[in-house]
């Protein structure tokens, strides 16, 4: 690293640190990451490189780790001012094919001026590692007059030795794939959709390949797209350098009486995005990361700092289930290590509402649960509770269903048109695994997030209840329901290293 550059980097890192002490204001994630003041959308660029883990938005943040984050100075430089960064990718261009300089990076994004103009394709370049990009003076690279043509996500394909990007073209609900020698000029493949839900505008999506089942044999493309205001939606199928095509088991799920494939179920998962590995290195997860927000009230939350923040990054995969393969997600095991003491919570059953003997002091904290609620028609746990208030996790017999419930969970009341949006119940279709429910649970200090049976099913929410909710228990209607002996920890935040 040159000196200018290793200056910049320290100078970065003290800048991060100066902002550690603000992390304390009323709703702050303690364990997700949410910028120093701003906003924070949709995540960016997601690129892993010479170590480190790039986030943008289009500001900046690095992690050697996916847990602990170095809040960087705003990257983008030499725009006219003009226009608005949206959404889109960060690739290094380990071939130079662009000319910008060997494995420079190259930021490529939406470059929106007003809703009446043609959105393009633009390019910005780093050869810094990432620390500034320089926006190209020869952009949009790619514009076709449409004022609905965004979120460029691309990547390079080995096996036609050409750059890829999918974008969106959100009114037609359509997503649209082109192919490039040099990120500057690039040749229309194919289009897919519509398909699935389309009820509004289709955006940010990705494009990335899995095994099925572990088995690096058989795999599957899988393609996300964002339905606005808040759900991303995926499907799977083949891709052969040209075209994507569903296969045989999403074409007859996304007929027009099947629910989508939604990668989660709340209220509050959207611009799903997974991280490129540049590094030569064994880890071969595949890792998501999302914006836990929604568009009907994301500008209203009722944060001091800033508004937004982004969900725990998890590692995707794929399974067979009886009624199809299914994207399977997990929270990264990386997590783990800001746990406190494991505490083992006490077996209990109830048919109305008992505490459990885990309290934590604070909303910051890891329920590995397991209910046993085959004997009940509505069970399942309440958290967040105190000074009147709670957030319910349940499981519905007769609904087959899982889901949270909202309603009355916020301390912040005075705003009637935010709370009009944000009070909702929303619910998952799962099946009980031997009449019992396992539940693996993050709580932050505005947001939780909840896997079911082992990642087969997930539901995200932002919370935004009182320093004082803290309260847990196990209630259960129309028969009696067991908590199992399980597990809780206390977890660390991850902005006091």
């Known amino acids: 690293m040159k000196l200018s550059s290793l200056l910049c980097w320290i100078t970065a890192l003290c800048f991060a640190g100066s902002i550690h002490a603000q992390y304390n204001e009323k709703y702050r994630p303690q364990f997700h990451f949410s910028a120093s003041k701003g906003w924070v959308g949709d995540p960016d660029g997601l690129v892993k490189y010479k170590g480190l883990y790039h986030l943008f938005w289009w500001g900046h943040a690095v992690s050697r780790d996916l847990v602990h984050w170095q809040e960087l100075p705003y990257p983008m430089k030499g725009g006219d001012g003009s226009f608005h960064y949206f959404s889109g990718s960060v690739v290094v261009d380990k071939k130079n094919t662009a000319g910008f300089g060997d494995s420079s990076m190259v930021a490529i ?30 952009n949009p690279v790619l514009d076709i007059g449409s004022n609905s043509f965004r979120d460029p996500q691309v990547f390079w394909y080995k096996p036609s030795n050409k750059w890829m990007m999918i974008v969106t073209m959100p009114h037609k609900h359509q997503v649209s794939f082109y192919e490039s020698h040099d990120l500057k000029q690039w040749t229309h493949l194919s289009d897919f959709g519509p398909m699935g839900a389309s009820e509004s505008d289709w955006e940010v999506p990705d494009f990335f390949q899995l095994p099925v089942d572990g088995n690096n044999d058989i795999k599957k493309w899988v393609l996300t797209i964002g339905q606005g205001p808040n759900r991303m939606q995926y499907f799977l199928g083949d891709f052969d350098g040209k075209k994507f095509t569903p296969d045989s088991q999403t074409v007859a799920f996304n007929r027009p009486q099947s629910q989508p494939l939604w990668i989660d179920y709340g209220s509050d998962y959207y611009a799903a995005r997974t991280w490129r590995n540049e590094d030569d290195s064994s880890d071969n997860r595949t890792i998501m990361l999302a914006w836990l927000g929604n568009w009907s009230y994301a500008r209203d939350i009722p944060s001091k700092w800033g508004k937004g923040f982004e969900s725990v990054p998890r590692e995707v995969s ?9 994207m399977v997600q997990t929270p990264i095991s990386e997590l783990q290590m800001l746990r406190g003491e494991e505490e083992t919570i006490k077996s209990i059953a ?22 046993d609620v085959d004997k009940a028609k509505d069970a399942g746990l309440h958290l967040l509770q105190g000074e009147g208030r709670q957030l319910t996790i349940g499981y519905n017999k007769i609904n087959r269903a899982l889901y949270i419930d909202r309603t009355h969970c916020t301390d912040f009341t005075s705003d009637s048109s935010f709370n009009k949006n944000f009070q909702v119940v929303m619910s998952a279709p799962l099946t009980l695994q031997d009449g019992k429910l ?6 932050d200090a505005s947001s939780v997030e909840v896997f079911a049976n082992s990642g087969k099913v997930s539901i995200s929410t932002v919370t935004f209840p009182s320093e004082l909710q803290t309260g847990i228990s196990l209630f259960s209607k129309g028969g009696t329901a067991k908590l199992l002996t399980s597990k809780a920890w206390m977890l660390q935040s991850i902005w006091t290293k």
């Open 109 to 138: 994004y939406t470059r929106h001026t007003t809703d009446d103009i043609p959105e393009g394709q633009a390019l910005s370049y780093s050869i810094d590692n990432g620390q500034t990009f320089q926006y190209y003076d020869k």
């Open 318 to 326: 794929l399974k067979t289930y009886p009624e199809g393969i299914r």
């Open 350 to 371: 109830t048919n109305t509402i008992q505490t459990i003997n885990f309290q934590p002091a604070k909303n910051t904290y890891e329920l590995d649960v397991i209910l």
């Open 438 to 443: 396992a539940l693996h649970i993050l709580v």
